[in-house]
């Protein structure tokens, strides 16, 4: 079957570093992408990789590494606004925009 | 721009009725795909199109059918509903010229069947 794994909740303080893994097994595979979603909103996207190696973009970057079927997103400088949930998603066919998505990850950022 | 739109924003229905969920985009995205959340999981595709005219079934097809007769609305109708299709629907649209394959997503409709 084809499933991907990330953690179900992650809590740190502000200004703090956190890393959201996902491992994927999948029937095929064209690209990672991360997806932030706030409590009712519609999901924004973050982030993708299609190769190996890392993406900066600001305070958040995102991992990839396709032999080991395995990236992370990384949230630097936490600020309370990122308190949300993170979704890996991974493009499993080379049709335009076919995604699956992991079940998500809560991130909880306190004071 | 508008980006994505969806209408209605919630809806009540009672089992074996039907209703047609509206999304459109004004971003000339030649793709668009309609997503359901139930909670605690991630969204699973049921439909989608690469194009007026064309689409495909995603993961969780069934109960649902779509039509793209243009590039702007991508509507969801939902034949018969049933309470498992309670959940939060999403529109998503995204552009064959980015290479980062970026969904925008609308707002959602939150639909519960009785």
């Known amino acids: 079957g084809q499933s991907l794994e990330q953690p179900s909740e992650v809590t740190a303080v502000e200004g703090a570093i956190v890393q959201i893994n996902c491992t994927y097994q999948t029937s095929g595979f064209y690209g990672l992408s991360w997806y932030q979603q706030h409590d009712g909103g519609a999901p924004t996207f973050l982030s993708y990789n299609a190769l190996d190696g890392l993406e900066e973009t600001g305070r958040f970057s ?4 396709r032999s080991d079927s395995y990236g992370y997103l990384l949230l630097q400088e936490l600020q309370m606004k990122d308190s949300a949930s ?15 998505f992991g079940a998500g ?7 | 721009n508008a980006g994505v739109t969806q209408t209605p924003k919630f809806q009540v229905l009672k089992t074996g009725q039907s209703m047609t969920l509206q999304c459109a985009q004004d971003m000339n995205h030649e793709y668009m795909s309609w997503y359901r959340q139930d ?12 194009g007026a005219g064309i689409t495909d079934q995603g993961e969780v097809p069934n109960g649902y059918n779509v039509s793209r007769s243009t590039t702007e609305d ?5 034949l018969s509903a049933a309470p ?3 959940s939060v629907y999403f529109c998503a649209s995204s ?3 980015d290479r980062n394959h970026e969904q925008y997503f609308g ?8």
């Open chain 1, 105 to 111: 990850t809560q991130v909880v950022v306190t004071p």
């Open chain 1, 86 to 100: 993170y979704f890996c998603a991974v493009r499993v066919t080379d049709s335009w925009g076919k995604l699956q």
């Open chain 1, 62 to 65: 995102s991992f990839l590494s």
């Open chain 2, 39 to 50: 909670p605690g999981m991630g969204l699973r595709l049921i439909h989608y199109s690469v």
């Open chain 2, 95 to 97: 552009s064959f010229r």
């Open chain 2, 74 to 78: 991508f509507p969801l109708r939902l």
């Open chain 2, 107 to 114: 707002p959602g409709t939150r639909l519960t069947v009785t």
């Open chain 2, 84 to 86: 498992s299709q309670t």
